[in-house]
């Protein structure tokens, strides 16, 4: 009875820990927020776009969570700039929380299944550790997708604004407050750095480093080329745009030839593992002798590390660099 009370006991405040940090603000202050995010962007003032850069860096100041997470994190500098390629308002702090909590739920809940301790500590060590970063990183590349199915879009946008008589800095704001999603909220830093003083192709540079896209990186060598060397702008960013389409299309194409085989090499690489989870889930000790007999360890250990090679080799053969 005892082990019980104390396993509900950490599971409440494992609950509590990530509510306390992925709380968001009351409503009212949010509200009141987004009414501010929405004159800051609409604002051609110059001391508004400063007061919102000094907000954003006064923001991204560490707190006592991310100094402590920054102890224990190998390079919190890549993570910081990973969890900021997101676009969540998460900080390091906030992973380390979510990383321990998920660590702790999921060696609990093996430990009451009956998982010998070992290897329930190591399983949650491993969900705790891998589970994040894999999230993380399906959230890049959700908002990196979204940010290069629109950047076509956002550089017409700004070759209609050349053509008209515009310059290229009034364009930039337009596309901030014209095109949704990641697109407007990335021109929309570029611009605001403009406005307090930074040159344009260092505020593009520095969204560039950030995003970590070659699309956008194409448009700010195009930026620099035309600068150093004259012409017409407007025209060179028209093809520009025209690249990133094909690009896209046969990125599309080479996806659609490739789904068959990466579906078979998802179905053929998960089928061990789930079979192995069933059968654990029905009959513990069934399956319990893969832990504890050395053949049978042995075994596993041998299957897994093939498994491994093949699905190196399958990804290596359906992954195309354009």
């Known amino acids: ?18 509510y306390v940090a992925f709380a968001g603000p009351s409503p009212a202050k949010a509200q009141l927020r987004r009414l501010e995010s929405v004159r800051e962007r609409h604002s051609k003032s110059s001391e508004v776009a400063a007061q919102a850069q000094l907000k954003r860096i006064q923001s991204g100041r560490p707190t006592k969570m991310d100094g402590l997470a920054q102890r224990f994190i190998p390079n919190p500098a890549l993570l910081r700039k990973r969890i900021e390629q997101t676009g969540k308002p998460w900080s390091i702090g906030q ?20 998982a010998p301790l070992f290897l329930a500590i190591f399983v949650g060590l491993f969900a705790g550790v891998g589970l994040p970063h894999f999230a993380i990183g399906i959230l890049i590349k959700r908002r990196v997708a979204q940010f290069t199915a629109r950047f076509p879009d956002a550089i017409e946008l700004m070759v209609r604004g050349l053509r008209s ?15 949704p999603g990641p697109v407007s909220v990335e021109f929309q830093a570029v611009t605001d750095k403009m406005k307090i ?3 344009m192709e260092a505020a593009l540079q520095e ?77 513990p ?9 050395d053949r049978l360890m042995i075994a596993g250990g041998g299957g897994l590390i093939w498994m491994s090679i093949g699905a190196m080799i399958m990804a290596k053969m359906i992954n195309f660099e354009i």
């Open 1 to 18: 009875m005892f082990p019980m009370v104390m396993m509900a006991a950490g599971l409440l405040g494992v609950l509590a820990l990530l």
């Open 95 to 114: 992973y380390l929380v979510a990383s321990v909590a998920l660590a702790v739920v999921v060696a609990l809940l093996l430990m009451l299944r009956g």
């Open 165 to 179: 008589g515009l310059p290229i800095s009034e364009t930039l704001g337009i596309v901030a407050s014209e095109v």
């Open 197 to 199: 003083g930074r040159t």
């Open 207 to 283: 969204t560039a480093d950030r995003l970590g896209t070659p699309e956008f990186q194409f448009f700010v060598i195009t930026l620099a080329i035309q600068r150093e060397t004259g012409g017409n702008l407007a025209e060179t960013l028209a093809n520009l745009a025209d690249v990133l389409r094909k690009r896209a299309q046969m990125k599309l194409k080479i996806k659609a030839m490739s789904s068959e085989s990466k579906a078979s090499a998802y179905i053929i690489g998960a089928l061990p593992f789930i079979v192995f989870g069933l059968i654990y889930f029905i009959n």
């Open 285 to 293: 000790s069934y399956m319990g002798d893969f832990f504890v007999d």
